[in-house]
């Protein structure tokens, strides 16, 4: 999605600075059209990301609430087996609280990463570009 997205921007980017050029030679229509697909492919490209979204979020908050039923369901029994009192349980399912925060900043650091992953990829793209017109060797 964000290379797509930085497709989109490099296109706008450059039609807008080039807006005379494109009207003095009237391919007005032939820039609607090129706009239009990378619209439609970053659309698309945005909807998937968002369902991958609704997938991943909602299935690390349901792992961690069964984790703590888990917790809840053993202390439970260990507390009517006598091996645990109530405020021990109580400290588990608190402890188990805490390690969930950490999971969640876990999860968006991942999708930094890869925000950030896409954007290097760009910056090589751009810097391994090889000009077109080149100095002729020996050239002052």
Do not use: H
Not at 67 to 76: I, K, N, S, Y
Not at 80 to 101: D, F
Not at 110 to 138: C, H, M, N, W, Y
């Amino acid at each position: 999605m964000r290379q797509i997205s930085a497709e989109l921007n490099n296109f706008l980017q450059d039609t807008l600075s080039g807006i005379r050029m494109i009207k003095s030679f009237a391919s007005e229509e032939n820039e609607e059209k090129q706009f239009v697909k990378l619209s439609d492919r970053n659309r698309v490209a945005a909807v998937s990301a968002s369902r991958l979204s609704a997938l991943f979020s909602p299935l690390t908050d349901w792992l961690n609430y069964i984790g703590m039923t888990l917790v809840l369901l053993f202390g439970a029994w260990q507390t009517m087996q006598g091996n645990l009192t109530v405020g021990e349980v109580v400290a588990y399912l608190a402890y188990l609280r805490l390690l969930q925060a950490p999971i969640r900043s876990f999860s968006r650091l991942v999708t930094k990463i890869q925000q950030s992953a896409a954007a290097f990829e760009r910056i090589q793209d751009i810097l391994d570009t090889v000009p077109e017109v080149r100095d002729q060797e020996g050239a002052i």
